[in-house]
């Protein structure tokens, strides 16, 4: 029996982001496969998982499967190139274990690739000309806002404030 084509779908979009896993590594293997079983567990639910050759033995370096029935499909093509197995047929498991594993969601994010910026010189020398143009405008309000808070100002009239001295403000319009 194949496997079902998001299955398929499953193992190309996962090794294509993980490529530098296909290597002739056991451990790196192992970590691709574990990743193609837990996106299919998320997926397609808690019949999917991976499997050890019995208790003792280390998780399988390029094996999926479902529960029910207890059958496996080699996901990767070995030698000193590693390929993703295009839908090959299952392997009865009878007598090893089943091994459940986490539904984690490996395919939600594409990898975002560093995008190269190409300095735009003219358009950096536009947006720093209107900030000059911005910052000239504020000195000026600043300018006219001392002017007018000068021009509401009274004077100042020594008396028995905190420190000798008080500062008395009265509305333009009282005396």
């Known amino acids: 029996m194949k ?3 998001r299955v398929q779908e499953i ?3 996962i090794a294509r982001r993980n490529s530098s896993l296909l290597i002739p590594d056991e451990e790196s293997r192992r970590k691709l496969t574990l990743m193609f079983a837990q996106q299919c567990r998320f997926e397609l ?14 998780l399988s370096k390029d094996t999926i499967c479902t529960r029910n029935p207890f ?3 080699d996901t990767q093509i070995g030698g000193s190139v590693i390929t993703v197995a295009e839908f090959p ?13 986490e539904p984690i969601n490996h395919l939600e994010f594409e ?29 000026k309000f600043q300018i006219d806002l001392m002017e007018e808070i000068k021009d509401r100002q009274d004077r100042v009239v020594s008396g028995s404030g905190p420190f ?8 333009e319009n009282r005396k």
């Open 111 to 139: 990898e975002e690739k560093p995008k190269e910026e190409k300095p735009d010189i003219p358009d950096k020398l536009d947006w720093i000309e209107v900030l000059l143009r911005k910052i000239v405008e504020l000195e």
């Open 71 to 73: 059958i496996g499909w």
């Open 164 to 171: 000798g001295v008080k500062i008395v403000l009265r509305p």
């Open 45 to 58: 639910g808690s019949n999917w998982g991976t499997k050890r050759a019995d208790s003792g033995r280390p």
């Open 11 to 13: 193992v190309s979009e």
């Open 89 to 101: 047929d299952s392997v009865d498991l009878t007598g090893q274990v089943f091994v459940e594993v």
């Open 3 to 5: 496997w079902p084509s």
